[in-house]
């Protein structure tokens, strides 16, 4: 059986750990040789100061971590650590014991996270979402920050391969608005995980402070979409079809604010993210990460499709009214 080489980057310089400064009730990473032993003070700022006080990202890290580990183990493979600059190759009863520790640090964090006032959500809530001045405030940062070159200040692209963020769920804006905020760490959400990269929209929010995430997202979940063009035809639902009714709910429109609303989206943008979910089903392996977007239900169901089930899922769902998903 083919060994599989996973390249783990173990950071042992972040800062200045020590063992000191316990927090009630979360008990202490024990020494090892694997990686640092940070204090309960050190792991708080640099959460904070990395994560934004977000410990469900710091969390989600070694979780995947530990999760590879385990297969890895599970399979008789060995795991290559990159720890000090130099590689490591890990298996057998050490791998064993950098799957105690990994456990551990998953253990102390989420103990840790319950000990932390939770970090203040930058979701618009309803009233913000309604707010003029809010409202105002978000288009002003939308237009600095060049949205309007491909969405359009209406919310409606003319690109094929630009989606629409006119009238689409707030709560989804800002969580690509947030993944596209890191090419480095998955974003959990109540959906699952997620990582998505694109150069441009990469670069775009690198220059952009995380307080203008939430007034963008409410900015163009505010405005009307458009119809679908009179041309397209409404067919019938795919056979597919009932794989996406779940989360997007029929005919694209769906209630939660952080699952997309596919109806009258892009049909050439649906089709190249279900494209992307595929290529990226082995589980997000850092190969398939350039330039694609993986998730940690979509890009599972995109490996069960065909180019052709693609296609019609997204001429179905593009010929949708967006305005409340019913036919023309």
Request: aromatic share 6%.
């Amino acid at each position: 059986m083919r060994n599989w080489i996973l390249l783990v980057a173990i950071a042992t310089t972040v800062l200045a750990f020590h063992s000191s400064g316990a927090l009630a009730g979360c008990p202490n990473l024990s020494p090892s040789k694997w990686s640092s032993s940070p204090s309960h003070k050190t792991l708080v700022k640099l959460v904070l100061e990395k994560y934004g006080g977000d410990w469900s990202g710091y969390a989600a890290k070694w979780e995947r971590q530990l999760d590879l580990a385990r297969d890895v183990h599970a399979r008789g493979l060995f795991l290559t650590l990159k720890s000090k600059g130099k590689l490591l190759q890990v298996k057998g009863v050490d791998l064993e014991n950098y799957i105690k520790t990994l456990s551990e640090r998953v253990i102390v964090a989420n103990c840790l996270a319950e000990t932390q006032p939770a970090a203040a959500s930058i979701t618009p809530t309803a009233v913000e979402s309604n707010d003029i001045s809010y409202l105002n405030t978000g288009k002003r940062a939308a237009e600095i920050a060049g949205c309007f070159k491909c969405h359009n200040v209406d919310g409606n692209s003319k690109n094929s391969t630009t989606p629409h963020l006119a009238n689409q769920n707030v709560g989804y804006i800002v969580a690509q608005l947030k993944a596209f905020s890191t090419t480095k760490e998955q974003v959990s959400g109540s959906f699952g995980r997620g990582h998505r990269t694109n150069k441009l929209m990469n670069g775009t929010m690198a220059l952009l402070s995380p307080k203008t995430i939430g007034p963008i997202a409410a900015y163009f979940s505010s405005l009307p979409c458009s119809k679908p063009d009179r041309g397209i035809a409404v067919p019938a639902a795919p056979r597919n079809e009932v794989l996406c009714r779940s989360c997007h709910g029929p005919k694209g429109i769906n209630r939660s604010s952080e699952v997309p609303n596919l109806a009258g989206q892009r049909k050439l943008y649906l089709e190249n993210q279900l494209r992307s979910f595929r290529l990226t089903s082995s589980g997000g392996k850092k190969f398939a990460f350039r330039k694609r977007r993986h998730h940690q239900i979509m890009s599972g169901l995109a490996a069960t499709l065909t180019n052709d089930e693609m296609d019609r899922l997204a001429n179905y769902y593009a010929a949708q009214n967006c305005r409340n998903g019913a036919d023309k």
